[in-house]
């Protein structure tokens, strides 16, 4: 190490011991990041043929207001979406205000009253309880007549496919698989696990369509769930794809039929795709998505990184050190919310944008315990930059995702350490 990196790291709040231990648990990693720079490699590649495809220019990258007719930049946009993701169609919209409203508009689109929506990786996201009514809730999709279903995962976090093959039924439209746990201990689903159920599910009945919340999960693999079979893929942009950029925005990538289906349930029917103006966000989508193979990455690498430290001081971290990664978000069971307040405080002390305040719990819309985020977010809210989130509940896990950059991430995960050795929470070992 240079004596200026020590100094630099130092003015950052960063002691020596802690900087020491951090790069002592670095130098186990150096094959694992070299596996992480592979997988940037191919799917930056993939954006790049598909954006050649769609014969991106600089008219592109300027947007329209109003009615959004001609919107000659977010058409090509939609193109290279479903050209990554090898799909037929995408709805990628700054009308799309989150990825809890892309998924509202993919299931609401897709499905009619008297449908069954059956969820078969257990209870989704916390913010979907509302929208299919699994908490009653003002317009859920319980209210216009869709039922739900549910089959957990086992408890190894496999798929129980004779749960699966009992919960079908004549009513059964859309199956809804989340690829990453969310707000939950159980692991992420990789793309061969996912593709197996998917066959499972068609061989069944073929009709059946399935849609994969892809939050957190985009560019993590050479895959995505559309290539091994999902009718439907459904993210943030102010996540992975949107490559720390994008300001806003949703997408759904998959079949015509389906994206349609959305798209008269975003916009309205008989207008569909054709309106919508894009505003500014043209060239911010594009560039974003551009650089979304790059910046997950250094998210991963930040991800792994906090898991090797974590568990070297005796902690659980899901996934640890050495299981293959599914999406960007490391858990750790920090056991108190004392030390979820000091690792967040961490967090937020490295952040380019506010550094200098002090995250609190609260009780967020949509979200039943109180919640405590740390973010300095170039984009408010946005989860590809450098955060850490945990609701206020046993067993007082802190998920901990992105860094546009790996020196913000890693000086991100050293202030969190640093935060609780110095709160007497944390002490580090001997000799390492
Ligand atoms: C973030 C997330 C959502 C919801 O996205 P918002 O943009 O917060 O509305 C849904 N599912 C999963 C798995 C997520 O991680």
């Not at 499905?111 to 309880?129: F, I, M, Q």
């Not at 995960?413 to 640093?418: G, K, M, P, V, Y």
């Amino acid at each position: 190490m240079r004596p200026e990196t020590l100094a630099l790291y130092h003015e950052n709040q960063i002691s020596e011991e802690v900087l020491r231990f951090g790069n002592a648990v670095l130098n186990g990693l150096h094959e694992r990041f070299r596996d992480i720079d592979e997988v940037e490699e191919i799917n930056a590649l993939k954006v790049l043929k598909a954006m050649h495809e769609a014969r991106i220019s600089e008219a592109h990258l300027s947007g329209t207001t109003g009615y959004g007719y001609n919107d000659i930049g977010r058409d090509a946009i939609e193109q290279v979406f479903a050209g990554t993701f090898h799909t037929e169609a995408a709805l990628v919209r700054p009308l799309i205000a989150c990825g809890t409203h892309a998924l509202a508009v993919a299931l609401a689109g897709n499905l009619r009253p008297g449908d069954e929506l059956l969820a078969v990786s257990g209870k989704p996201y916390d913010t979907l309880e509302e929208v299919i009514g699994i908490r009653p809730s003002r317009g859920s999709l319980r209210e216009y007549g869709v039922t739900y279903a549910q089959v957990d995962l086992l408890p190894d976090s496999r798929f129980d496919y004779e749960g699966i093959r009992a919960a079908v039924n004549e009513r059964t439209k859309l199956v809804h698989i989340q690829r990453s746990k969310g707000y939950s201990s159980r692991k992420t689903l990789g793309i061969d696990e996912i593709g197996r159920v998917i066959a499972f599910i068609k061989q069944i009945r073929p009709d059946i369509l399935v849609m994969v919340d892809n939050c957190y999960g985009e560019f993590v693999e050479t895959r995505e769930p559309s290539d091994v079979g999902a009718d439907m893929i459904v993210g943030s942009l102010i996540k992975n794809p949107g490559g720390g950029l994008a300001p806003i925005g949703g997408y759904i990538a998959g079949t015509r039929e389906c994206v349609e289906n959305a798209a008269v349930r975003l916009t309205s029917p008989g207008l569909g795709q054709e309106v919508g103006a894009s505003l500014n966000c043209n060239r911010l989508f594009l560039q974003g998505f551009f650089n979304a193979p790059t910046v997950t990455a250094a998210a991963l690498k930040g991800a792994l990184f906090a898991a090797a430290l974590y568990e070297r001081l005796g902690f659980t971290v899901i996934p640890d050190s050495r299981e293959a990664r599914y999406d960007i978000i490391q858990a750790v069971t920090l056991g108190s919310p004392e030390r979820i307040a000091a690792f967040c405080r961490g967090i937020q002390k490295a952040a380019p944008v506010d550094a200098h305040v002090t995250p609190e719990a609260w009780d967020m819309p949509g979200y039943e315990d109180p919640v405590i985020m740390a973010a300095g977010a170039f984009v408010s809210g946005a989860s590809i930059e450098l955060s850490a989130d945990a609701p206020i509940r046993e067993p007082y896990n802190v998920y901990f995702q992105g860094g546009l950059t790996w020196p913000s991430a890693k000086l991100g995960i050293l202030t969190s350490l640093q935060c609780l050795v110095d709160d007497h929470l944390v002490t580090l070992p001997g000799n390492f």
